[in-house]
């Protein structure tokens, strides 16, 4: 019987081969190798899914093991607009950095407290907060990357990488990273990236 820790960066490395040139541009076969064998030590993800009370690790190269997409490399990037992160109408923009694409989601929080609760003539206060969260359609995605600004254009907030986007990303500077979202409509989101993810993007292309 195989010892399952060696074979999953085999798998790995078949699952990555599979994939067609047009889906994923940006790597050679050394790379993809290379990787395959640093993905042993990294931590596990089991879902590709975006969703505003994820439970991930933050600006860390990650391991993805989806059962409908299959096993790849990524790195999972938060920020929070407009103060705390569960604040009414704070917004929250989560991204996932992958070989081949950028996934986003941009969530609206809004909220109303609950009514108090009356028993046997007397009043006792129900703090709680009813949440709602709002997901927004984001159409394009500008990253400005040292005096290079790339405008994407995806569907259902994913975005195909380049190999000329991907160079760029491995070589950022260690620094937060400006980026602009266009929403359906036209409104315009201003976020960034922060530098641990930009780091951690090192990992991954």
Sequence with gaps: MMNLPQTIPVLFLGTILAVSPQVCPAFTVQKVASLAKASSDLPVVKSAGL???M???WSKAVRIVDPFEGEFLGVFDRNSLGGYLFREGSTQVISLWTPSSIRVLVTVNSGEA???FYTAGRVYPRP???RFVTTKKVDKLLLKIREKVFQLDGSTGTFAISQELATALKNAPDENLNIRLILEGGQTVDSEIGKGTVKAWRNIY
């Design 114 to 116: 609950s009514s108090p």
């Design 128 to 130: 709680e907060l009813l």
């Design 51 to 53: 969703s505003p009370d």
């Design 55 to 57: 439970d991930v690790p």
